[in-house]
């Protein structure tokens, strides 16, 4: 993941999601989500969730980003963060 997060974000380290759209402007959406197992593990231990939430969180994560939110300012992190408890509270209540 390291590797995969340097080469296309040109960013030292690793990362727990990346996200590759694939889709043409105005087609449906495409893409690729690559969630780094290690890092959900260490997460899922400092946010004290299980496993399963913390994949869940980060597949949410890549789709927002596919559909065209982004997270590198303090404002786009917050509106994610919001939209992924939103859309994980959602899936939980039709579990």
Same mark, same amino acid.
């Given at each position: ?17 990346? %996200? ?20 959900? &593990? ?16 980060? +597949? ?16 786009? &992190? ?12 959602? +899936? &939980?209540? %039709? +579990?």
């Amino acid at each position: 993941m390291a590797k995969l997060h340097r080469e296309y974000s040109g960013v030292r380290g690793t990362t727990d999601v990346l %996200t590759f759209e694939l889709s043409e402007p105005k087609d449906e959406l495409e893409g690729e989500i690559y969630i780094c197992l290690d890092q959900a &593990r260490r997460q899922a231990t400092e946010y004290k969730v299980n496993m399963t939430e913390e994949i869940a969180r980060l +597949a949410v994560h890549g789709i927002l980003h596919l559909a065209g939110y982004d997270d590198r300012t303090k404002s786009g &992190r917050s509106q994610m963060k919001k939209l992924e408890d939103r859309m994980l509270m959602r +899936a &939980r209540k %039709t +579990a």
